[in-house]
Nanobody
Framework: QVQLVESGGGLVQAGGSLRLSCAAS???????????MGWYRQAPGKQRELVAA???????NYADSVKARFTISRDSAQNVVYLQINTLTPEDTAVYYC???????????????WGKGTLVTVSS
């Protein structure tokens, strides 16, 4: 069973930094490959939004609002994706979710898997 487990969230003061991690497990690599991994966030009362994503080739994509402060990286050997967040502001307060897009190799079809999220709270 595919699982994504996020960690690294917590309470931090404005201006601080955090590093979130997301570890993927239970993937049958004889059947699936990991295409893209990414981070989304959902603030109270708001919709879930893409923060950053990284492909298996290392290409990255960021939301404009975080581009200067967030860095996504990936350890493909360990199936872990990281999100370095710098200069946190109270507006970054949200539950941060990890998402993996798995491709069924034989069929060329993709499936999305989500973690349960990790809470980041930024105090002013």
């Amino acid at each position: 069973q595919v699982q994504l487990v996020e960690s690294g969230g917590g309470l931090v003061q404005a201006g601080g930094s955090l590093r979130l991690s997301c570890a993927a497990s239970g993937i049958r690599f004889s059947i699936f490959s990991i295409n893209t991994m990414g981070w989304y966030r959902q603030a109270p009362g708001k919709q879930r939004e893409l923060v950053a994503a990284i492909t298996n080739g290392g290409s990255t994509n960021y939301a404009d609002s975080v581009k200067a402060r967030f860095t996504i990286s990936r350890d493909s050997a360990q199936n872990v994706v990281y999100l370095q967040i710098n200069t946190l502001t109270p507006e970054d307060t949200a539950v941060y979710y990890c998402k993996a897009v798995l491709r069924r190799i034989a069929w060329g079809t993709d499936m999305d898997y989500w973690g349960k999220g990790t809470l980041v709270t930024v105090s002013s």
